[in-house]
């Protein structure tokens, strides 16, 4: 009787295990994103889209802390892309130069997950010199900085320049998360979402932190900066109010009770989402989808953004 008991239990514990067991494989195996995973023939080009900007956060936090990006500690993610435009190392404290590693080196990881998941596509030419934040800034004020902003120049406008990327990719990838269809690249988006919040996040608490610092030799503050560098951005997406800086008029703040503005954010404090075509209006700097320019001087990689770019 005692040795009937015992194979009973021994088969209920083994039948209640077998199920955890195999799903624990399921997920260890879904973690690991990689090429043969079933990815939805529908959400390949939006797994793709996000490329051209994990390319640009790559090279320029790694140039920004090392003075060297993935042609360096990662060749093979290029796929042969050409090497981008006056890229270079920026004059930062070691506070700053940690935290701005730590993200090259994420988005190393953004970019081996992705091609783990869907083909992908050679980097693209990126244009991340001086002159071309420049271009941005003058943009922005509308109206030439003298002298011409420098982002590798210091912290300050090195964070300056950081604010204006992570945040652009935060609301792509809020824009595409209800259009996919499969577990596959709703979880990785998921994934890849949380970490560029973070980087954002921790970008403007930096800066919010310094709100009132007034920028050398501008004489403009650090608040003023991210209000017109948000101002642009959702002047050339041509869709309204999706982007806010440190300090907005109170009845934009949270809950209509607070104009500091540490994370931007809707009506309910939930981020804003963009279309690929708001997002290559905003990268361009030309607010058309159809024009390439600034930081992607001959256009931006993948199906999505090669078709606003055949000749009508």
Known sequence: MATFAYATTTAIVFLILLPLSCSSESIFHNHHHDASSSVRKSDVDLLEFPLNLEYLEAEFFLYGSLGYGLDKVYPSLAQGGPSPIGAKKAHLDDFTRDVIEQFGWQE???LRAIKKTVKGFPRPLLNISAASFAHVFDSAFERPLNPPFDP?????NYLLAS???PYVGLTAYVGASPKLQGATAKRLVAGLLGVESGQDAVIRALLYERAKLKVEPYGITVAEFTTVISELRNK????????EGLVVPIDLGAEGKVSGNILAGDEYSVAYDRTPEEILRIVYGSGNERVPGGIYPKGAGGRIAKSYLKKE
């Open 152 to 156: 590798y120049a210091n912290s300050i």
């Open 163 to 165: 604010y204006l990327i």
């Open 108 to 110: 190393v990881g953004h």
């Open 236 to 243: 050339l997406g041509h869709e309204g109010l999706k982007d």
